[in-house]
């Protein structure tokens, strides 16, 4: 199970912090990332990042501005979110997908796991 937290109502231009928690899963061999749906659009790719954590991808529209991390031991992942934009609004999802590089996982949307999402909204 993954938990997302961190979500709520920010001005553009602010950030915000999201966390994404694991438990009862194995977080072994999991690729995690962050996915994100704006109502009337399709679900994107947003940050993925390897077991590792040496890898990362992102999304064109999010590149500079956020930054993903994740603590193996903590089983957790960080989406830091900065100069957020009100195109940014959506509702963000945490997933996994077992073995999977993070072009094919954030670029095809491709996951194994889902959390229940959290939703950003930026707006004045």
């Known amino acids: 199970q993954l938990v997302e937290s961190g979500g709520g109502l920010v001005q553009p231009g602010g ?3 999201l966390s994404c928690a694991a438990s009862d ?6 690729t995690i990332g962050w996915f994100r749906q704006a109502p009337g659009k399709e679900r994107a790719g947003v940050s993925c ?3 590792d954590g040496v890898t990362t991808n992102y999304g064109d ?3 500079g501005r ?9 089983k957790t992942v960080i989406l830091q979110m900065n100069n957020l934009r009100p195109e940014d609004t959506a509702v963000y999802y ?3 997908a077992f073995m999977r590089d993070v072009q094919t996982m954030c670029g095809q949307v491709l996951a ?6 959290t939703q950003v909204t930026v707006s004045s």
């Open 94 to 96: 945490c997933v996994a």
């Open 112 to 117: 194994d796991i889902w959390g229940q999402g």
């Open 66 to 74: 956020f930054s993903i991390s994740r603590d193996n031991a903590k």
């Open 49 to 51: 990042i390897t077991e």
């Open 61 to 63: 529209s999010v590149a």
């Open 25 to 30: 899963f194995n977080w072994a061999g999991y």
């Open 15 to 17: 950030s915000l912090r």
